[in-house]
């Protein structure tokens, strides 16, 4: 809307609430100044409606004459400025309620973007509450605690089971699967092992390779971890992740510079018009100052932007009002104009155009076995083991494999960042990598893996699946796909952006980029870009708005630098993290992609009710201005200005019945599994 911007402005007020506050009591005193004045016969309206009146200009005007003295103080007249002379000069001519209506209009406008807008800055106070505050530290033969800040290049820190990891470094001692989705947006627990020499890696960071590489923010596992620190607290991803979101905070949209922009000109220009008729009247021509300062006046109410001030705001406000109606949390004008001039959007693509969960896709028996052996094998290696991908193919086996077929193992043996070892039947059973197998048969523990076996696992995994080979005995039995699939509705989302006019599509991932590639093949988009930590994610959504305005709809603490970096940042909902939730424009509270493109056209529709009432505004105060100075009366000027102000508010009200949704869009929403 059409104000000034100071940070922070009433905090020793409280804040926004206490603006929000002040906005509400100027509608309560205006609605009771109408009624006395208009709907009680015989009230006595000079001593009742006219001290209302007098109340909503304190509420309504009191921070917007805070700020508006802010502002002169810069030596920047702006249009809270303005707004106070034209409520002043409305009441000096005797039209109470005129002021009134527009101080509490503006005053709420105002109160409840400051206030959507306030939530923002958490973000970086979220981000930062990643990292541990404390890291248990070798010293000689004890373990100390040490604040995380304190850690130096070199420390050997103890990561124990299910704990976060205090710096970025690497793995020194130990073997676990690392939770790292919030940092790299991964979707499955990537396994850690030491490097071969932790010399050699102090000395040659970037020759660390990522299967020893860990980062501040991230989960262990389920086994202990000895981690040498490579880089100072300061300097973490994680650090690197809240600087970002900083900057990125920092800038102000286009949308608001534009505004800034138009302020600084017609302000004074309104001002300066004043001035000249006043003293054009008075002192050229002569009139009586009386008849002068009235004319004056009557300019400054004509002038007045009342529907100018009001055709945003009303807007947005109908709008931000009925994505709530659809489950959708819009933080502020600036993103919901923007979404409506959106040429690109960029999706995460875990927990965003999938569901962030491992699940069986594939099961392809070798030759000479069959599929239920094969499901049987596996469901009993896997039951007794709490690893990601393990869950995922227990709870897809179980409706597959009867209870009359199931098998029980025993002596199960974990072979970290590989598979496991069972008895079962008297027979020794194994489920886990091609590798595992590939070395059992290298130094003579185990059979050559047969050449369809090694057909379909690489077929697999260049289709972006981790596979896991199961074998019995002497017998090989087959392959299993796991892969975190896509959303059923997704390819119907994107499809449905593109009839909304959405130029480009693209999903970015931390996953490899076979990984990416296969699931933008099956959801559709025009670019998959894998492999990309934080600050790739950052550069491909730079080199994207470059082209124009760009969305970035995410759902990880990974994504916070890429959507405060975007034009407009949407965060999915319920598999949002609180940080991504806060750091984002728009949240979808629910866990339904489906509604951004309902999101993409209710922006659109504002967008274009926004220039509808920008220029039914400027054409009335064009329309006034020079009437007034041929003699119209004030009457007919506050009727027409009024009826402009109510004219543009109809139009705004217009969104709250908009009804484009998936019912129009044909997606089906598939429930989480």
């Known amino acids: ?46 001593q009742v409606a006219i001290p209302l009146f007098l109340a909503t200009y304190f509420f309504g005007g009191f921070f917007t004459f805070t700020t508006a003295i802010r502002s002169v103080r810069r030596g920047r007249f702006e249009v809270d400025f303005l707004m106070l002379v034209a409520a002043i000069g409305a009441a000096t001519v005797g039209k109470f309620a005129e002021g009134a209506v527009l101080l509490f209009l503006f005053s709420l406008g105002h109160a409840l973007e400051e206030y959507a807008m306030g939530r923002a800055k958490k973000s970086i106070e979220a981000l930062a509450e990643l990292a541990p505050a404390t890291a248990l530290v070798r010293e000689g033969d004890q373990v100390v605690e040490r604040p995380t800040e304190q850690l130096e290049v070199g420390d050997v820190v103890v990561v124990r089971p299910h704990a976060r990891i205090p710096a970025d470094g690497f793995v020194s001692v130990g073997n676990s699967a690392v939770d790292q989705s919030a940092i790299t947006g991964e979707s499955i627990p990537v396994e850690k092992g030491p490097v071969d020499s932790a010399s050699a890696a102090l000395a040659r960071p970037n020759s660390v390779p990522e299967s020893s590489r860990v980062f501040a923010g991230t989960v262990n596992g389920n086994g202990a971890l000895d981690v040498t620190v490579l880089t100072p607290a300061k300097d973490s991803t994680l650090a690197r992740v809240v600087q970002m979101v900083r900057d990125a905070d920092a800038t102000k949209s286009p949308t608001q510079l534009f505004i800034d922009r138009f302020q600084r000109y017609y302000v004074p220009a309104v001002i300066a018009l004043v001035a000249v008729v006043f003293a054009v009247g008075w002192l050229w021509i002569n009139e009586p100052l009386s008849e002068s300062f009235y004319r004056s006046m009557l300019i400054l109410v004509a002038a007045s932007p009342c529907a100018l001030a009001i055709a945003t705001p009303a807007a947005v406000l109908s709008g931000v ?24 959007i960029a999706f995460d693509k875990t927990g965003t155009l999938t569901w962030g969960m491992p699940r069986l896709t594939d099961v392809k028996p070798a030759t000479g076995a069959d599929e239920a052996t094969l499901g049987a094998v596996a469901l009993a290696l896997e039951s007794s083991s709490d690893h990601p991908l393990a869950v995922a193919i227990v709870r897809d086996l179980e409706p597959k494999v009867p209870a009359e077929s199931r098998l029980k193992a025993s002596g199960l043996e974990a072979v970290t960042g590989k598979g496991i070892i069972a008895a079962i039947g008297g027979k020794r059973a194994q489920i886990g990598s091609l590798e595992m197998f590939v070395a059992d048969a290298a130094d003579g523990s185990g059979p050559a893996v047969p050449e369809d076996v090694v057909a379909a696992a690489d077929g697999l995994q260049s289709e972006g699946r981790t596979i896991m080979v199961v074998s019995w005995g002497q017998q090989f039995l087959g392959v299993l796909g796991v892969m975190d699939t896509p959303r059923a509705e ?13 130029q480009e599509l693209v999903m970015i991932s931390g996953d490899n980029q076979k990984v990416a590639d296969a699931v933008g093949g099956q959801v559709g988009v ?43 940042g949407v965060a ?24 951004v493109p309902f999101l993409i056209r209710l ?36 009727f027409i200005h009024e009826g402009s102000t109510f004219l543009v508010v109809l139009n705004a009200l217009r969104l709250l019945r908009f009804d484009v949704g998936r019912e129009h869009d044909g997606i089906e929403h598939e429930e989480r599994p």
Do not use: C
């Open 1 to 46: 809307m059409a104000t000034s911007s100071a940070p922070d402005q009433h905090d020793h007020f409280g804040g926004p609430k206490w603006e929000m506050g002040f906005a509400i009591a100027s509608g309560v005193t205006y609605l009771s100044g109408v009624v006395f004045e208009y709907f009680v016969p015989g009230a006595p309206v000079n």
């Open 603 to 638: 922006s659109r529709a504002t967008t274009k009710i926004i220039r509808q009432n920008l220029i039914v505004s400027l054409a009335i105060v064009a329309f006034l201005v020079p009437a007034s100075l041929l003699g119209m009366e004030m009457g007919p000027v506050v």
């Open 526 to 568: 025009d670019t998959a870009r894998g492999g990309l930590m934080p600050e790739d994610k950052v550069t491909t959504i730079k080199s994207l708005s470059a082209k124009g305005q760009t969305a970035m709809v995410g759902d990880g603490v990974n994504d916070a630098p890429a959507m405060a970096n975007a034009s407009v």
């Open 490 to 502: 997704a390819a119907s989302v994107l499809n449905s952006l593109r009839q909304s006019g959405v």
């Open 572 to 595: 999915m909902g319920a598999a949002s993290s609180a940080v991504a939730l806060d750091t984002a424009d728009v949240a979808l509270m629910s866990d339904d992609i489906g509604r």
């Open 321 to 344: 009002a009925r994505a709530a109606r659809a489950g959708l949390l819009v933080k502020g004008g600036a993103p919901l104009e923007t979404l409506g001039k959106v040429t690109s």
